[in-house]
Each structure stands twice: as C-alpha cells, then as structure tokens.
C-alpha cells in the first residue's frame, strides 16, 4: 500500500496533486486495530495513481 501523504486544503480537494486526475477520490476507512473504540480514520485514494492523502478526518460509527 502506498504511503499516506498529508495534504491541507481550503475549500475543494478533488484533483490529485501527484498525477491531476481531475474527477475525485475513492474513499478509505481503516480502524486501528488496537484501538477498542469505533473511531475510523478517513483517506483518499486517488483511482488514476493509487496515491493516498491523509487529510486527519476521522468518523465514528455509530452503534444501534
């Protein structure tokens, strides 16, 4: 897999800084697995290049 990279944005993030694929990303959730919480980590993978962009979003799953 390849390494995150972390990327700051302002308003839009949709074009990949490495290659310039210009329509959007594929979505990535990845729990840690020693963490006992729902808490997962949202990335972005670009589809053209398989680069990854930590964006330090993360989500909680809610439990029903």
């Not at 308003?11 to 210009?22: K, L, N, V």
């Amino acid at each position: 897999m390849a390494k995150a990279k972390r990327v700051d944005f302002k308003e839009r993030f949709e074009t990949c800084p490495d290659c310039g694929y210009e329509n959007g990303f594929h979505m990535i959730l990845i729990k840690d697995s020693n963490a006992n919480t729902s808490e997962m980590k949202f990335q972005l993978k670009c589809p053209n290049c398989a680069q990854i962009y930590n964006l330090n979003l993360y989500c909680i799953l809610k439990q029903e």
